[in-house]
């Protein structure tokens, strides 16, 4: 049987920070991951706080060889109304600018470095089943694409595995969310008419209605992701395929339709519903989920590869220094730090279906210290309790809106 020190479940960026970090330790990892890279996956903004992360892991410098689009803030539209955040115009001390990236790229970059540093990976192989011992050891069972099996004994997994969401099928520990079910229709398209400078490096969001936005995102190569977001009877109101329901929406939105009305997609265009995802407990003996294998709240802030890696890489910390014979309290310092962090954009999501949030940006009465300290949770720093939008996130948003 194999043995490893620390099996991770998925290569995407929570379980490539995770054995960067563990790597850098000199914890033994193997990771094992059931596609073949460069694959597709959706969740293409970035925030700042990722980059601490990316830095945490040694991973930044890989990252900053591949020319990946410069992403310096966020832009919030609707009708005539704009709201504009820099990131270099916040209130907590982190870093500025970050990336766009197509995750195909972004996450096989990541994993290549992680490779090239001495962590195996195995692709094409999937995590069937696992069994646990009582002192947390583990016994995992894993299938090739042959249907070959085979098992490795770890001392601990961590379960990166996104939306495949392992250990809390195998372990029932999945919890439904507290968000209705949305959907999502996306593509990637050429992007020929875009103002580089007004357009070019940030994401904007454009308001349709108080239930419905979309997303666009420029990459570096003059391609764009555009996806639209609101309930399936809303997005699913036009017959046909995916392409075509897309397409009807694009033409509907004025704004859309002028810049990529009569631009081709790069692939068929993708739908998916229902990604809100929850759990009961973030971790076990012998056990960390981490990334989208916990909770997942809502694409519209471009929180989710930010918790990926802040959970990857803490998860990873707090391994490394359980393995050397130190006590963890799992419960204060990983699930407390990260339910924090998740709470505030919790306030944030509900905030934005709410329409609290879309009249807080798109006010006339714009308040400097408050964008500023806004601006940093919409960056990621969402565990600087000096702001209040942190601190105490749901009584200032509500404070804010009724003032205004
Ligand atoms: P993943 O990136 O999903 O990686 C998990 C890996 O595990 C996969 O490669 C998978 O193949 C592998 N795996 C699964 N099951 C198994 C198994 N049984 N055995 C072995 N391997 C397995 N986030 C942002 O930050 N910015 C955005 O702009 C953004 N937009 C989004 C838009 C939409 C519509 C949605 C739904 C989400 C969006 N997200 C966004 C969220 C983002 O997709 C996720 O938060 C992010 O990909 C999570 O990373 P991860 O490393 O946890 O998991």
Request: with cysteine; net charge negative.
């Amino acid at each position: 049987m194999e043995k490893t020190q620390v099996l991770i479940i998925g290569a995407g960026p929570s379980a490539t920070v995770a054995a960067g970090v563990l790597n850098k330790k000199g914890v033994s990892v193997k990771i094992i991951e059931k596609e073949s890279f460069p694959r597709f996956v959706i969740g293409e903004s970035l925030l700042p706080r990722c980059m601490d992360n990316l830095e945490k892991a040694g991973l930044i410098d890989e990252v900053k060889k591949q020319g990946f689009q410069t992403k310096n803030g966020a832009k919030f539209i609707d009708n005539n109304n704009v709201c504009d955040f820099n990131f270099s115009d916040q209130y907590t001390d982190g870093w500025s600018w970050t990336w766009q990236v197509k995750r195909a790229d972004f996450d096989y970059c990541l994993a290549k470095a992680i490779e090239d540093r001495g962590v195996e990976i195995e692709y094409n192989t999937m995590v069937t089943d696992v069994e646990f011992f009582e002192d947390g050891k583990s016994i995992t069972t894993v299938s090739d694409k042959n249907g070959n099996s085979k098992q490795i004994s770890a001392d601990h997994i961590i379960d990166a595995s996104g939306y495949g969401r392992v250990l809390p099928r195998l372990l029932n520990l999945n919890k439904p969310s507290d968000f209705p079910v949305r959907t999502s229709l996306f593509a990637h398209f050429k992007d020929d008419l875009r103002h580089e400078e007004s357009e070019g490096d940030r994401i904007t969001i454009i308001v349709h209605t108080q239930e419905i936005w979309i997303w666009i995102i420029p990459f570096s190569d003059h391609t764009t992701s555009v996806g639209i977001v609101g309930s399936p009877e809303d997005i699913d109101c036009y017959d046909g395929s995916a392409n075509e329901k897309l397409q009807q929406w694009i033409d509907k939105i004025p704004e859309l339709k002028k810049r990529f009305g009569s631009m081709p997609t790069l692939f068929d265009a993708r739908q998916i519903t229902g990604y809100s995802a929850a759990v009961s407990q973030l971790y076990g003996k012998g056990f960390t989920l981490t990334g989208n294998a916990t909770e997942f709240l809502d694409p519209v802030f471009s929180s989710g590869v930010t918790f990926a890696t802040e959970s990857g890489a803490l998860a990873a910390e707090l391994v490394a220094k359980n393995l050397n014979g130190e006590n963890v309290d799992w419960e204060k310092e990983y699930a407390d730090y990260i339910n924090k962090g998740v709470d505030v954009f919790r306030t944030f999501v509900t905030g934005w279906y709410d329409g609290t949030l879309q009249k807080i940006f798109f006010t006339e009465k714009e308040n400097e210290l408050m964008k500023k300290q806004i601006c940093s949770v919409l960056a990621g720093y969402v565990w600087d309790s000096s702001n209040p939008f942190v601190k105490k996130h749901k009584r200032a948003l509500k404070a804010l809106s009724n003032a205004i």
